[in-house]
């Protein structure tokens, strides 16, 4: 039977239209209470009275009908108000006994009570591992969290709460409810509270539609304090957690999690793993990196570029001229850093990185959920969105949730699901075919504006200049397009997940994030796929170029298309990382000081009106936090599309710029403390969100890491050298050396061939006496009988590239198989404890049914000899809990020996052990 629990009820003023100016509590943890210093405050609201659209007669209703059913929902609510910067707070806090109504409709798992002198630490058996645990331990105390300030939680037993199951747990404790759990609690109130009387309005609900509608202008938790208050949580966050001192100390991530809820901190337990991660790719490219330095002063081919005085056919029509070939020398070194045998090993390397880095996070994982009390978690159990709800209202046929046991409303398939997929998926489809031509749009300017250039003058300085000014126009104009699409993207991808009707907010979530990824994915990826793929590949050959619209398809620099990759990943490891981590910092630095301008305005006035000598009030917590910026339901999204557009580029593309891990590495150390301080600083406290894990974002790492081997294994075959030098050293070089590979690669080209360099308007002016070009491919020379046909070297080279393919995602892919037998997602030794521990929990449960059907209460000492059996005994859990117990033994433990005390009930209803 539940308890009865006295509420502490205050006459209070019940103005809501501007609240009662009443004196608070302004010292330390004093704004964290109710004015009696007793109630908690879980939540707060605001509004604005200098708002013209707040004070209107229509939200001065909503919110008085919304404020009075909160009421009646059982809620407690205290008003303060100042009128000098207009803002009008409504304080909520929860009673116990709306807190239990709601932690068993939520069906909660809360911990259940101690069980006296039961062990549930791991216990390692290994002496030798032990011993070496020690040393390692001494060595890395000092990265480790600082457990007087973030003392080790207490695991304990949890289970689904219920009030007539309350003798299970110890709703007497002080934190039995965690303020998270409270603001949680209130959070689902708010959400499904109406304010409105009329019942026809099915949307008419929310506190997210109030704010949209500028009834209120906030809603918030409270943070425990201030960074200045020393025995709060968010202090020592601060302090030990979000400091750049403590870069390269563990995170306490428990803490974490009991602050900001298990969402946030699974995603900084990731990010925290993922930066580990990445310190061995970045040693291996930089160790790669540094050989290819090493070897670059014996590379055959980049001293023939240096010392040959060969003569290049033009890279384009009419502005570029006949080239000398040893003024790529620098280029030629430069590529070789990129392109060298080194790369091959790094990419296998890199893919196998991938996966190991998955695999390793599954079980790190569930380490994680176990800990955190996630691993019996099921979607089913989340509650069903009030906007889900709301739309199928009318909806007359439910069905029972086998997991929450009520009924909700179904959807129907053929006129709702069906059509909604169709419909999502043909505009997501159409979106990225508008991002692909939007990159072919580019790519068309760039080539339709040097024609044009040269039409229009021949002014030396505008042909000089040409190509600079196209690449950059069409760099800036590219940008815009990537602003605005992603604008729309999302916009869009909002609207269109709301058509499919996601039961959860988790589903929600993960739907609505697949659709923006894909969306992203192709409008920044699309460029660098061009230049990997696309560029260069199929320009034909001088005198037959093949045209797009009358204009040369554009063809690789000097230094060929993998050092124009390179370039430009490394640009945007560099450059657009660094301008995120900025922009991330500025844009909530500015609305908190839009907010605090607001509020310190007003407060000026005020300080005019008074006595000089009238003494300062300290600000509440409940305007301090009212400053911060609100984190939004989608707070993360930002975050994770970061850290995963980032992964792609270390993966996919990782045979272009080696030192992608590295940077990669470098930025994360920061971006895990600045967020840190980010969320700590400038935001305001986000209601907890219960999650199993990351969520989609994992399948989409797992898609990028299998993407990554067929793409490192195209751009290795088909857009860098490594193949034909292979071919060369076999088949060609009699010495198997890259001697004569130089001119090997290169064709000749008669300039008689070709009627525009033989017109006063071609390129030959640049070279009038110059007769035979040379140009990059294996085409037989002008007189072969053959001429300019592929040579039979191609061919084999094709071939090569083609097998090397086949041969390298086969051969990637069976490690990688490999691997993930090796790694189970969880290791047997948790599996057991889970199943342990799980038991464990039925078997209390059981006993105390047991007790409650023969009227024994589980406390009472007098029984115990008649009634309590081993089970009651903590030896017993003990060594039922301990690593050591073999499955087998485990099983025997609980099949051969039953552990549950034997009841026969008789005809009269009496009970007997």
């Not at 061919?795 to 490690?815: D, K, M, T």
Request: contains cysteine; charged residues 20%.
């Amino acid at each position: 039977m539940a308890e009865s629990t006295e509420v502490i009820e205050l006459d209070e003023p019940k103005d809501h239209a501007h609240g009662e100016d009443i004196d608070s509590h302004s010292d330390g943890e004093c704004s964290l209470f109710f004015q009696d210093g007793i109630r908690p405050i879980d939540f707060v609201l605001v509004w604005d009275q200098f708002d013209s659209q707040a004070s209107t007669q229509r939200c001065e209703q909503m919110r008085k009908i919304f404020e009075d059913t909160l009421e009646i929902e059982g809620l407690q609510l205290e008003y303060e108000s100042d009128g000098s910067h207009g803002l009008c707070f409504i304080k909520i806090t929860a009673p116990k006994q709306v807190l239990r109504k709601y932690a068993e409709i939520l069906k909660l798992r809360m911990p259940m009570k101690d069980i006296q002198d039961v062990d549930i630490s791991s216990h390692q058996q290994n002496q030798l591992l032990q011993e070496m645990n020690i040393l390692i331990e001494k060595f890395m105390n000092q990265y480790h969290v600082n457990q007087e300030i973030f003392p080790p939680l207490k695991h304990k037993f949890t289970a689904v709460y219920s009030r007539d199951k309350e003798y299970l747990f110890d709703v007497d404790s002080a934190d039995f409810f965690t303020s998270a759990t409270r603001s949680r609690i209130v959070q689902v109130i708010l959400d499904r509270t109406r304010f409105s009387l009329d019942r026809e309005d099915d949307f008419a609900f929310g506190i997210e539609r109030l704010l949209s509608e500028n009834a209120y202008s906030a809603s918030y938790p409270l943070h425990d304090g201030n960074l200045k208050t020393k025995n709060s949580t968010r202090y020592h966050l601060y302090t030990e957690w979000a400091s750049l001192e403590k870069i390269f100390c563990y995170q306490p991530l428990d803490h974490i999690k009991e602050y900001f809820g298990v969402k946030i901190g699974l995603y900084f337990a990731w990010l925290g793993f993922y930066t580990y991660m990445l310190l061995s790719a970045s040693i291996v490219g930089v160790m790669c990196f540094i050989h290819s330095l090493y070897t670059l002063s014996n590379y055959e081919p980049s001293k023939d570029v240096c010392t040959s005085n060969y003569i290049m056919c033009p890279l384009c029509d009419h502005f570029c001229s006949f080239w000398n070939l040893k003024d790529t020398c620098f280029h030629s070194k430069i590529t070789y850093v990129i392109d060298n045998s080194s790369t091959v090993f790094f990419t296998i390397f890199m893919s196998l990185w991938a996966t190991l880095f998955l695999e390793l996070w599954k079980k790190y994982s569930a380490e994680i959920t176990h800990r955190w009390d996630l691993s019996s978690l099921d979607i089913q159990e989340e509650h069903p969105r009030p906007k889900y709800l709301a739309r199928l209202a009318h909806v007359k046929k439910k069905k029972v949730n086998f997991v929450t046991n009520n009924a909700e409303p179904e959807v129907p398939f053929w006129k709702i699901r069906l059509p909604a997929a169709i419909f999502s998926c043909s505009i997501v489809i159409l979106l990225i075919a508008v991002a692909m031509a939007a990159v072919l749009g580019v790519v068309l300017y760039r080539m339709s504006v040097l024609t044009a250039l040269y039409s229009i003058s021949k002014n030396s300085m505008v042909t000089s200049n040409a190509i600079l000014l196209t690449t950059t126009t069409a760099a800036v104009i590219n940008l815009c397009c990537i602003v605005i699409f992603n604008w729309v993207y999302t916009r869009l991808a909002e609207y269109l997940t709301e058509v499919e009707l996601p039961r959860t907010q988790t589903e929600f979530d993960d739907s609505l994030t697949l659709k923006i990824y894909l969306l992203r994915f192709v409008n920044y990826y699309s460029s660098i796929f061009y230049i990997a793929f696309i560029k260069g590949k199929f320009t034909g050959y001088p005198g037959k170029y093949n045209r797009i619209f009358g204009s040369r398809q554009e063809e690789c620099g000097p230094g060929g298309c993998l050092l124009e990759l390179g370039i430009q990943l490394g640009i945007i490891m560099v450059g657009k990382q660094t301008i995120n981590s900025v922009l991330e910092m500025l844009y909530p630095l500015y609305f908190k000081w839009l907010n605090t301008i607001r509020v310190r305005v007003g407060l000026q006035n005020e300080s005019d009106d008074t006595d000089e000598n009238k003494p300062s009030k300290k600000e509440p917590q409940w305007l301090q936090d009212y400053k911060l910026v609100e984190w939004g339901p989608r707070g993360l999204f930002s975050e994770y599309l970061e850290m995963v557009l980032q992964y792609g580029l270390v993966t996919i593309f990782v045979a272009a710029f080696p030192l992608a891990p590295l940077f990669a590495l470098l930025n994360n150390i920061l971006e895990l403390r600045l967020d840190a301080k980010k969320l700590l600083r400038m935001y305001r406290r986000p209601v907890i969100q219960r999650v199993r894990d990351i969520g989609i974002w994992y399948k989409i790492l797992d898609s990028i890491s299998k993407i990554s081997v067929i793409t490192n294994a195209f751009i290795i075959a088909f857009t860098s050298n490594f193949i034909p030098r292979l071919v060369y050293r076999m088949a060609v070089s009699k010495n198997h050396t890259l001697e004569g590979f130089l001119e090997a690669s290169l064709s000749k080209f008669n300039t008689s061939d070709d009627a525009l360099a033989s017109s006063s308007n071609g390129y030959s002016i640049y070279y009038p006496n110059n007769t035979i070009c040379l140009y990059p491919d294996y085409r037989e020379p002008p007189e072969s009988k053959d001429k300019y046909k592929y040579k039979e070297l191609f061919w084999y080279i094709l071939a090569a590239r083609l097998a090397f393919v086949v041969l390298f995602e086969n051969l990637v892919a069976g490690v990688i198989i490999a691997v993930q037998w090796c790694i189970p997602d969880m290791s047997p030794k948790l599996r057991n404890r889970i199943r342990r521990e799980a038991y464990v929990t039925n078997e209390i449960i059981i006993q105390h049914e047991a007790k409650r059907v023969i009227n024994l209460p589980p406390g009472e000492d007098v029984c115990k000899e008649r009634y309590v059996t081993r089970l009651d005994s903590a030896q017993h859990w003990n060594h039922v809990l301990q690593d050591s117990l073999s499955t087998s033994d485990f099983d025997l433990q609980v099949h051969g020996s039953p552990m549950s005390p034997k009841i026969d009930v008789s005809i009269d209803g009496s009970a007997e052990l």
